[in-house]
């Protein structure tokens, strides 16, 4: 297999948790290319998640909607991007219950916008998908790329909608397009909303973990980094025009994760509350991977791993977590736990 060399990328949503750490992966990988990050910095793009790198002469930071096709095109242009790579999205369930519009904005139109400019100027795109979008899979089955998609909440649904533009643009207009269907990443730079970010900073700070419902749903837990040397593997090998699933191959229960991570930072499970469960909340996701380890690609870590390692990195990186817990965050916090909690023991 001939591996392609892109060399001028744009990074849709650089600044976010996977963005970020695709951005410092490829350049790390590939020095001689040249990354110019588009985002809007929402309240989950930070600029600090790349601090190390800004100085760097092959990447620059253009602070824009993907929504704005004019912008998207004239960055393109001035760039001579050959490679857009598309992470930008609203991306917590949780915030697509309390306010789902938004992200049809971005994830839907944001996606369409991108696929016009692809269109437009013959550039490759390469969009970032979810296992979300094959909905919630019985025990005994694991998602294949040809499976249909079934999504069950807003986030879900509009990721869907996204992928089936991707792919009707491929077969309506040949564009040179691919997606990678990503299991539930955790690592460093993850906005303390999701899950292992929001145990490991809440443990570390002494405060009840909020586990919906049973908490014996189940997810494949995988490292950011194999995410990113999967979604490297597509680009350089890929084939055209189709999909890839990303993660382990391999699930556990939320209770599990929760136990890594309370294992991890040395805390009592005692800290442990059951509150009330995410509406729709799908119960478990698998995805088969063959076809991306077909590309020669493997995971280098074990779901444990991938948790007890992200728990490491809250615990070592206060800087990063601390002004966000005690900024805007409280807000949103306050909004999705205060009842959830009450009269769980500890607010
Ligand atoms: P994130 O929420 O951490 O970051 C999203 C980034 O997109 C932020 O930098 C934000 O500022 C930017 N953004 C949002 N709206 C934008 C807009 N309209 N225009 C430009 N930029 C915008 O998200 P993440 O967890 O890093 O997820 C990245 C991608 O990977 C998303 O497409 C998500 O659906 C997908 N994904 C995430 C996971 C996961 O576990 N986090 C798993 C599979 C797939
Ligand atoms: O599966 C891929 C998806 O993983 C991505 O597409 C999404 O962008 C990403 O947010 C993530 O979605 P989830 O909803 O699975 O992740 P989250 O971290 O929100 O939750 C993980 C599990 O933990 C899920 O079963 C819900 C549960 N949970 C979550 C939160 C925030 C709790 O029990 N309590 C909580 O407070």
Redesign the pocket.
Known sequence: MMDRHPQNLLV????????SNFVRYWLERHPESRVVV?????Y???QENLHDLWEQPNLSLVV????DGELVRRTCQEQGTDLIV???????VDQSILGPLVFT???VR?THVLLEVARELGLRLHH?????VYGHIPEGHQSVETDPLAPRSPYAAS?AAADQLVQAYHITYGLPLTIT??????GPY??PE?AVPLFSTNALLGEPLPVYGDGRQMRDYAHVHD?CTGIEAVLLRGEIGEVYNVGTGREMTNLEMVDIVLETLGKDRSLIRHVTDRPGHDRRYSMNVDKLRGLGWAPKYDPRQAVAEAARWYAGNRWWWEPIRSGEFREYYEKQYAERLAGTGRA
């Open positions: 849709t949503g650089g600044c976010g948790f996977i963005g588009y985002d809007k910095l929402t989950a793009g930070r824009g909607d993907i929504v598309n992470f930008a999205a609203e991306t917590h904005d971005t994830n944001g970032i998908s979810t296992d979300e990721k269907r990503g299991a539930n990443n955790v993850q906005y999701k995410h």
